[in-house]
């Protein structure tokens, strides 16, 4: 019987920890606006939510560089977005957003390419969660 009571415990814990994440998963997006990169990120909710870095791949490096760092809301109920305008841009650049929670727990948004001729963002990657 305890381990039942365990089981379920730690399968509603680990149902917890999913929700929380896909809940806290950044959607990036972009729009380039008189020669500068405007990127927005929304959650469709936020819990235990600590801040967000937004990262730059710089075409030909391997690492990305953090750019611009910002509080999170930390608990919402409802959507919220981000936004952050970058000046310095160049075509095969790479952005993503890194969500910090509270825990120390590290949420990956999808990484938006700077297209060289199309205006449209490419959307290379899903979602990505470590700790």
């Known amino acids: 019987m305890k381990k039942l009571v ?13 929700a929380q994440t896909n809940a806290n998963t950044p959607r990036l997006s972009m729009a380039i606006v008189e020669g500068s990169l405007q990127l927005q990120w929304e959650l469709s ?17 391997n ?26 841009i160049s075509a095969q650049n790479k952005y993503r957003v890194v969500l910090v929670m509270m825990d120390g727990t590290r949420v990956y948004s999808n990484v ?19 700790k």
């Open 45 to 61: 909710r936020e819990i235990n939510t600590s801040y967000f870095v937004v990262e730059k791949l710089v075409a030909g490096s």
């Open 112 to 130: 938006i390419v700077v297209p060289q001729t199309d205006l449209k963002p490419i959307d290379t990657a899903s979602s990505i969660v470590t």
């Open 6 to 18: 365990f089981s379920l415990l730690f399968f509603a814990f680990s149902f917890s920890l999913i």
């Open 63 to 88: 690492d990305y560089e953090p750019i611009h760092s910002e509080k999170a809301n930390g608990y919402s109920h409802f959507k919220t977005s981000y936004d952050f305008e970058e000046y310095l």
